[in-house]
Each structure stands twice: as C-alpha cells, then as structure tokens.
C-alpha cells in the first residue's frame, strides 16, 4: 500500500494519504464444522494462501 500512496503523490494525486490493496479468497468448504473449518483455513492461510511476513489475514465464516 504504501508504494501505491507515494507513487499516486508522485503522480499528483496528493490528497492520498494511504492506500491499502487487498485481496479477498472465498473457500466454499465441505463436511466440517465451524471450529474445524476455521482451523483448516488458518492452516491454508499460513502454510500457502498469505505471505504472513508481509500480509495480515482475517476468516470469516459464514453459513
């Protein structure tokens, strides 16, 4: 986010203090209840879905 802010300045969008880019991953899971699938997903999330170094990632689950 930040190379994007000061690159929007240096292109004279400076009314952009920050900016945030994202992406979002939607999972449709099958045969598991909501503590095993936040589990399973967390899983995901760390071992191949999110950079944890460099990214932070929240799961909502949802019926």
Excluded: H, P, Q, W
Aim: negative net charge.
């Amino acid at each position: 986010g930040k190379a994007v802010a000061d690159t929007l300045g240096r292109m004279g969008f400076n009314e952009v203090e920050s900016a945030r880019i994202g992406k979002v991953i939607e999972l449709d899971l099958d045969g598991v209840g909501a503590g095993e699938a936040e589990a399973r997903v967390k899983e995901m999330c760390e071992k191949l879905l999110a950079n944890t170094v460099i990214e932070n990632y929240r799961i909502e689950l949802v019926d």
